[in-house]
């Protein structure tokens, strides 16, 4: 039953702080940190008990009840999930300090519902509840990138909450025409009645759901706004966007693609459209100059790697896809972090501000996140990336091949004038040190980096045991049905 | 006369099919006026005229003529000759988060406006670089 509590109590927490704010100031921020904390906790826990396959179910017999279902794939992004959050929440205690939120309780409840959300969408067996789950995430992410109220700040908070809502009508949309053909919401019911289905229902179907997650994903043609909304929110905001939002609706499209797939040419319509999605994102980002600008342009670069590395449907390339997922997490998480800092510190948001910064921890963690973006060896984005490079050069798409490794060419071009920026020599200035808790936040994701470089074969394991569940939909199909 | 033209509507599939046609008429209606219109009030109007229109595909293609409402009561016992109470469930809650939705994205407009004076999409240029 356990994997009930990550979804009840934080949504639980909100009704709670009527009752925390009594015991002083800092009552709800800790309070949320301690929730954090247990279930990061918890999760650990189901990690280590779990047998390397399925652990638990809970199903309300199978055609009607909810369902949530914890195998070793989302208990990796559950784990992901809490422990992101968990991160941005300590690096905000001291952020507070220079510049709270107003209203921080709200802040608290919508940190929370974010985590309860997107946990919800990794772990739901129910079309209908990943779409209120789906909806629950948007609505606090669209709350959170206009908190400030400030005009940037609700110019992007209204593009994210318009391309938001047009995502959540293609989404019914989609499982309004399921239920109508199949009858059942029901995840492993809809995967086994879908394969009967009329050919060009299946495709309508595939490309609703395409429509829906990709404007949350940040696919190619789907992200105009994406870039805004970046640059608009804060760069705290950014951290839980990319490191966390955008992971939960890529795995649950993907989890939904394999478990009904309309056929072969539209995984491979994916992998181009994830390759081009990458390239155009990258040749953009060339000419930009606002820093959460550029690494908002790095993200949809990512992003489109991801969807070649789940396009692939091969265990191998999954693997991969969720190593260059973890690595991007991480270094996104790092970078956006510190940028929030330095934000706080210089009021400049400039690619300028490199000039003018001199902080060398934050200098440091800065370069090595971005190395590990880059796929440098040694550093978690490497591991990925070369199993991604290897696999498609195994199945012979060349010309994938050569738009991957030319897009990766323009990133090192951005990437490297970012790093010479960073280390000019800059002793005549003042230094700007980050407190204790947050340099033990940063340094704690940036060894999670070095780690995963260094030592890949301790997660590979893991990682292969997750690809392979979740490219397994008859076993997922049997478990579900199986349950009660 | 106009019996015959009420019997003739009266059947399962010409509801059916009045149902899908207008519904995606007034689907494309919403879609026309979001790509259209850069009113940001306009563009919330089109985006719940979508979204009612798919909240009728469903429910006018999920209900089945002839059947109760599904609800126990002295005749009924069982389950048996009543409507899908699936589809309707799941609407209402649809028709609640699209409500929230839209009114979360007026109060933010409303925010906008109050600070900059601005209530077009196209006029909205905070971020230029």
Known sequence: MSSIYFIALPLLFGFATPILAKFGKNGIAY???????????LSLQLFVTMDRSIIEVIAIAPPLGIGFVV???SLFFVMLFTFFILMASLYYLKLRKLNPYPNEAKFFILINMLLASTIGLVL?????????????AGISAYILSAYRKTPKALEAGLKYLLTGAVASIFLVFAIALLYLHLGTLNLALISQGFTALDSDIKLLISLFLLIGFGLKVEIFPLNFWVTDIYEGSDAFTDALFSAVVVKAYLFVFFHLLYLFLPN???????????????LIAEVIALRQNNLKRIFAYSSLGQVGLLFVAFSMQDVISISAGLYILLAHSLAKMVLFLSLASLFEHYKNEDISLLKEMNSPFLRNVIIISMLSLLGIPLLAGFVGKFLLLKTVAFYGLFGLLGLLILSALIESIYYFKIIGLLLIKKETKEQFHPSTLQKFVLLVLTLGVIFVGVAPFAIS????TSASVMLDTQSYQNLLLGAN | MIESILYYFNQTEVIKTIVTLGSMGLFFVGLFGLLSQRHIIKVFISIGIMEIAVFIFFIGLSFQRGLTAPML???HTTFIQMNDPIPHAMILTAIVIGMAVLALGISFAIEYYKLTGKNRLDEMNEMKN
């Open chain 1, 31 to 41: 309070s949320s940190i301690l929730l954090q904390v247990a279930l990061f906790v």
């Open chain 1, 71 to 73: 195998n070793s794939i």
């Open chain 1, 124 to 136: 739901s067996s129910d079309i209908f509840n990943i779409y209120v789950f789906f909806e629950i």
């Open chain 1, 264 to 278: 072969k040419e539209f995984t491979l319509f994916l992998l181009y459209l994830g390759a081009v999605s990458m």
């Open chain 1, 461 to 464: 394991d893991f990682m292969a």
């Open chain 2, 73 to 75: 009561g002295d005749a």
